[in-house]
Nanobody
Framework: QVQLVESGGGLVQPGGSLRLSCAASGFTFSNYAMSWYRQAIGKERDRVATVGTGGSSNYADSVKGRFTISRDNVKNTVYLQMNNLHPEDTAEYFC????????WGQGTQVTVSS
């Protein structure tokens, strides 16, 4: 069965960095785009970044220049490198893929606070 397992969240000070990982299994990882979404308390879940099968990427305007999404098709893992974190980046971060239906990981919490 399809599984997406996120890791790497935590508490970081403003201006700090974190690297999220999402280990995928149960499907041919290299054939599908992968995305990161985030959801803050009381807000909708929003797309943060997407990486295509060929490695092309696109980002939400709010994270451009600070976040980098990448994938390793050998390790079946997608990453989100987050630099210069702001308090408004605080949210639960979810890994996502579309395989004819939505698949989500369980989420990992990122808290940016001094």
């Amino acid at each position: 069965q399809v599984q997406l397992v996120e890791s790497g969240g935590g508490l970081v000070q403003p201006g700090g960095s974190l690297r999220l990982s999402c280990a995928a299994s149960g499907f041919t990882f290299s054939n599908y785009a992968m995305s990161w979404y985030r959801q803050a308390i009381g807000k909708e879940r929003d797309r943060v970044a997407t990486v295509g099968t060929g490695g092309s990427s696109n980002y939400a305007d709010s994270v451009k220049g600070r976040f980098t999404i990448s994938r390793d098709n050998v390790k079946n893992t997608v990453y989100l490198q987050m630099n210069n974190l702001h308090p408004e980046d605080t949210a639960e971060y979810f890994c996502h893929t579309w395989l004819g239906s939505n698949y989500w990981g369980q989420g990992t919490q990122v808290t940016v606070s001094s």
